[in-house]
């Protein structure tokens, strides 16, 4: 009796799990950014369930399958595209899509990798279409502004002209989206957007500018240098005229000095050698004999001479 009861407690409990199972497999959930397909033996079978909620399905023989209702993003590799004017360039893009017939994209693409290997294609060839139609001007610019003009570039004597574009980069984008999303609805994606991420020169050409970069900054130098050496010459020479015209102006004034000190000194000589011409006399002759005469000065001259006069006086 024991035994039987813990057999049907046995049962009852096996069913339990296989009925939970059964429920759990016959049952899914979507949510606000999914989209679900129902497979069956791997075929899908009706239409793309999109409602969010609790959904029924036939238990260990349909599967789900899930995709995002969001966009999603795509990089794309660098590639080495010549443009028109034979522009070797690595064009960078990017773009946004999602997947809008969930049943188209999983029998042509199955799934996001192959999404983006689809896309690689897709993107990348009308990209590379696109850039060989136009200049590198008409992809590097989006308008057509005024160029602002620095000081350094102002100083240059040799400017390139800067031709108008007709196209320019923004719409060469939509060119490339357009072209682009008119193939990838039969692999059930919607292009929302493509853009150029980044534009660059291949290594050969980039060199080839970065010399032309350093050979203009040079002769930027070079100009700043010419002026510089051309202002300070102007400042020497200005200096140097000044600095005569003070020493000029110096020695106008010592000698207006000068002349008025003589002038002075010869009336202060006049008045004393009026008052005592004969002392006025016999001071300057002791002012000739110590200016003229020292240890080692010999005079010849006769005994009569004028000069001795004072002399010959002092030694009576």
Avoid: C
């Avoid at 049907?8 to 759990?24: D, N, R, S, Y």
């Avoid at 008409?138 to 003009?149: A, I, K, L, Y």
């Avoid at 002209?161 to 682009?180: F, M, Y």
């Amino acid at each position: 009796m024991n035994m039987n009861k813990q057999t049907k407690l046995i049962l009852m409990l096996a069913l339990i799990v296989g009925l939970i199972i059964v429920v759990l497999d016959a049952t899914y959930i979507i949510r606000e950014t999914n989209q679900v397909i129902i497979l069956q033996f791997g075929k899908p079978i009706g239409d793309t369930v999109t409602k969010p909620g609790l959904h029924i399905k036939v238990p260990f023989i349909q599967t789900t399958n899930y995709f995002e209702k969001r966009w999603l993003e795509w990089n794309g590799d660098a590639n080495q595209i010549p443009t028109r004017d034979k522009k070797f360039i690595w064009i960078d893009t990017y773009a946004r899509w999602r997947i809008s017939d969930p049943l188209t994209f999983f029998q042509r693409v199955r799934d996001e990798r192959g999404a983006h290997s689809r896309l690689d294609d897709i993107i990348d060839g009308e990209t590379r279409n696109a850039i060989a139609n136009y200049d590198l001007e008409e992809v590097v610019r989006s308008s057509n502004r005024p160029f602002e003009v620095t000081e350094e570039a102002g100083i240059l004597t040799e400017r390139e002209e800067v031709t108008e574009i007709e196209t320019g980069r923004e719409k060469i984008s939509e060119i490339i989206l357009a072209a682009s999303s008119l193939i990838t609805p039969q692999f059930g994606i919607e292009l929302k957007d493509v853009r150029i991420k980044r534009i660059n020169y291949i290594e050969e050409v980039r060199q080839e500018v970065f010399d032309r970069m350093i050979a203009e900054r040079q002769r930027i130098a070079a100009r700043y240098r010419s002026e510089g050496d051309g202002r300070s010459a102007e400042i020497r020479g200005e200096k140097e005229r000044e600095l005569k015209r003070i020493q000029s102006e110096a020695y106008k004034t010592a000698q207006e000095i000068k002349g008025t000190a003589d002038a002075e000194a010869t009336r202060i000589y006049a008045a004393a050698y009026n008052l005592d011409p004969e002392f006025y006399q016999f001071m300057r002759t002791l002012e000739t004999y110590r200016i003229i005469m020292d240890k080692e000065t010999i005079l010849l001259l006769s005994t009569d001479a004028e000069f001795l006069k004072y002399l010959k006086k002092t030694t009576r």
